[in-house]
């Protein structure tokens, strides 16, 4: 059939069983046989091999995506795909028997607007007791609309809606993303027949605490989906009004407390009155979290214990997201941003192989970090001759450009030319080797990219490659380069206000 398995992993150890089995009732089940699987191992750096089976049937490919959550991994791996369909699995999930015969008579003769096909999951239920909270709340991915668990999509509407939006770095709510997108763009999502369990993994203590960063991927929908997001998306209201009352109480408790403390009767009966509001507010949280549960020792310590620190941990990660995202637009695709790297994004020191000179230029970590907070991919093409005439070693290169990372914040990709000019290398500014060898590692498209440099020759190599240019001069910046330039800005905070208020214009 003419679909790819794309399964994400971070290759935790106490998965690589599940994975492994996956993998295997996949390539060793029978036919119709998927045209191939793709793992991608989005681990930030190489680990240990990640598990394969040795059985026949269909190629298994592993390819890497830097650690950037689980968005980013799907769209490496539906890009890397080149068939008509694309199913996304997660890496914790166990295939029933026959899955791949079920999967193509799902997606045989669908009708062109059927953008999508959902499997269905299941969450089994523990033995002999109730669920804890964090069994329930796993068990809540068996009724979810849409969920990458197993969710098969044409990879020409992906490519259309371009991709997931890799702003959402956690395993939340970028499914929901795509799905409501695609809909708003006019196409359909079925069920099929094909299932799939889903094991609830072990959590720690406060792994209910650590889910409330969720929070601020809740602000992202609501900012590009707007108010109804939640109810066409199939969920329900939420709890923050809880959340925000009870941290209110809490916090006026704590503010009357000095007051009180020198004596002041009003700031007594204050304090008294919220920390009761808190009390009862927090205490009926704990409840209804305890009362369909097991509730043993150990669970009813961890409801009480976790329902006074989730509603602050709630509202903080809510301001944080209100922050993030002030300004979010819907995804278009990955945007990239490839800069120059002396004299745009640091000072400029002749073939510099010394960490300890690297200078940023001013604004740059504000410009960076806004394009971040935008989802924009962000890296670097830089010529270096001085490794060909041999003032400076290529290892030198990379510990100068670890520490522009330290300084600056992490980048996405990096490209640097070691030749010289008389090298006829097809590399070096202006020509265009570079910037297409960093727009094909992040999977994008020459229009979705810009290119920002200092000098006539980073713009030439953009127009060399298809991508827009924006000059930022500097003292050495030619007066004829200036005059050449598509486009310019006085600094890059301008710049970056060309490249996020869209498509360029003459």
Same mark, same amino acid.
């Given at each position: 059939?003419?679909?790819?398995?794309?399964?994400?992993?971070?290759?935790?150890?106490?998965?690589?069983?599940?994975?492994?089995?996956?993998?295997?009732?996949?390539?060793?089940?029978?036919?119709?046989?998927?045209?191939?699987?793709?793992?991608?191992?989005?681990?930030?750096?190489?680990?240990?091999?990640?598990?394969?089976?040795?059985?026949?049937?269909? /190629?298994?490919?592993? @390819?890497?995506?830097?650690?950037?959550?689980?968005?980013?991994?799907?769209?490496?791996?539906?890009?890397?795909?080149?068939?008509?369909?694309?199913?996304?699995?997660?890496?914790?999930?166990?295939?029933?028997?026959?899955?791949?015969?079920?999967?193509?008579?799902?997606?045989?003769?669908?009708?062109?607007?059927?953008?999508?096909?959902?499997?269905?999951?299941?969450?089994?239920?523990?033995?002999?007791?109730?669920?804890?909270?964090?069994?329930?709340?796993?068990?809540?991915?068996?009724?979810?609309?849409? @969920?990458?668990?197993?969710?098969?999509?044409?990879?020409?509407?992906?490519?259309?809606?371009?991709?997931?939006?890799?702003?959402?770095?956690?395993?939340? /709510?970028?499914?929901?993303?795509?799905?409501?997108?695609?809909?708003?763009?006019?196409?359909?999502?079925? /069920?099929?027949?094909?299932?799939?369990?889903?094991?609830?993994?072990?959590?720690?203590?406060?792994?209910?605490?650590?889910?409330?960063?969720?929070?601020?991927?809740?602000?992202?929908?609501?900012?590009?989906?707007?108010?109804?997001?939640?109810?066409?998306?199939?969920?329900?209201?939420?709890?923050?009004?809880?959340?925000?009352?009870?941290?209110?109480?809490?916090?006026?408790?704590?503010?009357?407390?000095?007051?009180?403390?020198?004596?002041?009767?009003?700031?007594?009966?204050?304090?008294?009155?919220?920390?009761?509001?808190?009390?009862?507010?927090?205490?009926?949280?704990?409840?209804?979290?305890? /009362?369909?549960?097991?509730?043993?020792?150990?669970?009813?310590?961890?409801?009480?214990?976790?329902?006074?620190?989730?509603?602050?941990?709630?509202?903080?990660?809510?301001?944080?997201?209100?922050?993030?995202?002030?300004?979010?637009?819907?995804?278009?695709?990955?945007?990239?941003?490839?800069?120059?790297?002396?004299?745009?994004? @640091?000072?400029?020191?002749?073939?510099?192989?010394?960490?300890?000179?690297?200078?940023?230029?001013?604004?740059?970590?504000?410009?960076?970090?806004?394009?971040?907070?935008?989802?924009?991919? @962000?890296?670097?093409?830089?010529?270096?001759?001085?490794?060909?005439?041999?003032?400076?070693?290529?290892?030198?290169?990379?510990?100068?450009?670890?520490?522009?990372?330290?300084?600056?914040?992490?980048?996405?990709?990096?490209?640097?030319?070691?030749?010289?000019?008389?090298?006829?290398?097809?590399?070096?500014?202006?020509?265009?080797?570079?910037?297409?060898?960093?727009?094909?590692?992040?999977?994008?498209?020459?229009?979705?990219?810009?290119?920002?440099?200092?000098?006539?020759?980073?713009?030439?190599?953009?127009?060399?490659?298809?991508?827009?240019?924006?000059?930022?001069?500097?003292?050495?910046?030619?007066?004829?380069?200036?005059?050449?330039?598509?486009?310019?800005?006085?600094?890059?905070?301008?710049?970056?206000?060309?490249?996020?208020?869209?498509?360029?214009?003459?």
């Amino acid at each position: 059939m003419s679909c790819t398995v794309v399964v994400p992993t971070i290759g935790r150890p106490s998965l690589r069983t599940v994975l492994e089995a996956l993998l295997d009732s996949i390539a060793g089940g029978p036919e119709p046989a998927p045209h191939e699987i793709i793992v991608v191992d989005d681990r930030p750096a190489h680990g240990a091999p990640l598990p394969l089976p040795d059985s026949g049937g269909p /190629r298994i490919r592993v @390819i890497r995506s830097g650690g950037r959550g689980p968005a980013a991994a799907r769209n490496a791996g539906w890009r890397a795909a080149a068939t008509e369909w694309v199913a996304f699995l997660d890496d914790d999930v166990v295939p029933d028997p026959g899955w791949t015969q079920r999967l193509a008579a799902d997606l045989a003769g669908l009708p062109p607007k059927a953008a999508g096909s959902q499997g269905h999951v299941t969450v089994p239920p523990p033995d002999g007791r109730r669920p804890t909270d964090w069994e329930r709340n796993t068990a809540g991915l068996a009724g979810a609309d849409w @969920i990458t668990a197993d969710m098969a999509y044409r990879r020409g509407v992906l490519a259309e809606l371009g991709g997931f939006d890799e702003r959402f770095r956690r395993a939340y /709510r970028e499914d929901a993303d795509f799905a409501l997108r695609a809909l708003a763009a006019g196409h359909e999502l079925v /069920r099929g027949e094909r299932h799939v369990t889903h094991p609830v993994r072990p959590a720690g203590f406060w792994a209910s605490v650590r889910a409330q960063a969720g929070n601020a991927d809740d602000i992202l929908m609501w900012r590009v989906h707007g108010a109804g997001w939640r109810a066409r998306a199939g969920e329900g209201p939420g709890l923050l009004r809880h959340h925000v009352t009870t941290t209110a109480a809490g916090l006026a408790a704590l503010a009357a407390v000095p007051a009180a403390l020198r004596g002041n009767r009003a700031a007594t009966a204050a304090a008294a009155l919220a920390a009761g509001a808190w009390t009862v507010s927090t205490a009926r949280f704990a409840l209804q979290r305890v /009362r369909p549960g097991p509730r043993t020792p150990g669970e009813v310590l961890k409801m009480a214990v976790t329902s006074a620190v989730i509603p602050p941990a709630a509202v903080r990660h809510r301001i944080r997201g209100l922050i993030l995202h002030r300004d979010a637009r819907p995804w278009a695709g990955p945007w990239v941003v490839l800069f120059d790297r002396d004299d745009t994004l @640091i000072r400029d020191v002749p073939y510099n192989g010394d960490p300890a000179l690297v200078e940023p230029m001013p604004g740059a970590r504000r410009a960076l970090d806004r394009l971040r907070r935008h989802g924009v991919r @962000i890296g670097v093409v830089s010529n270096q001759s001085g490794v060909a005439k041999g003032r400076i070693t290529a290892g030198d290169v990379r510990r100068v450009n670890a520490r522009v990372e330290e300084l600056l914040g992490r980048i996405d990709v990096w490209e640097f030319c070691p030749h010289d000019g008389d090298d006829g290398c097809e590399c070096r500014k202006p020509r265009p080797g570079m910037i297409e060898r960093a727009v094909r590692r992040l999977g994008a498209l020459p229009a979705d990219c810009a290119v920002i440099g200092d000098i006539g020759r980073d713009i030439e190599a953009a127009a060399a490659a298809g991508v827009r240019g924006i000059l930022v001069p500097t003292v050495r910046t030619r007066p004829a380069e200036i005059a050449r330039a598509w486009e310019t800005a006085p600094n890059l905070g301008a710049a970056v206000d060309l490249v996020l208020g869209g498509r360029r214009t003459r």
